[in-house]
Nanobody
Framework: QVQVVESGGGLVQPGGSLRLSCAASGSIAEVTFMGWYRQAPGKQRELVAT???????KYGDSVRGRFTVLRDNARNTVDLQMSSLRPEDTAVYYC??????????????WGQGTQVTVSS
């Protein structure tokens, strides 16, 4: 069984910073990609940032230059360092991991989500 768990959300003022963390655990053979998506009320879930095991990263247009995705392959973790936060960054942030489990099957797994609110 595989679990993906996020932590680190909360309330932050505009212009502030926040760091989210995510860990994949369980019967994992290989993690190929990990990353973050977000969903604001009334909007579709959108890409924030993803990274491969080789270190290739991709960012959504609205966060490029402000957010940084940091991955630790040895621990199967991925952090999202967010800076210069704006009210429009308010959303539930979800961790996503694409991995091969111990039975050899490849699947995508989602965490339960963590709320980030940017407000004065």
């Amino acid at each position: 069984q595989v679990q993906v768990v996020e932590s680190g959300g909360g309330l932050v003022q505009p212009g502030g910073s926040l760091r989210l963390s995510c860990a994949a655990s369980g019967s994992i053979a290989e993690v190929t990609f990990m990353g973050w998506y977000r969903q604001a009320p009334g909007k579709q879930r959108e890409l924030v940032a993803t990274t491969t095991a080789e270190g290739t990263s991709k960012y959504g247009d609205s966060v490029r230059g402000r957010f940084t995705v940091l991955r630790d392959n040895a621990r199967n973790t991925v952090d999202l360092q967010m800076s210069s936060l704006r009210p429009e960054d308010t959303a539930v942030y979800y961790c996503n991991a694409g991995l091969r489990d111990s039975t050899g099957h490849f699947n995508g797994y989602w965490g339960q989500g963590t709320q980030v609110t940017v407000s004065s």
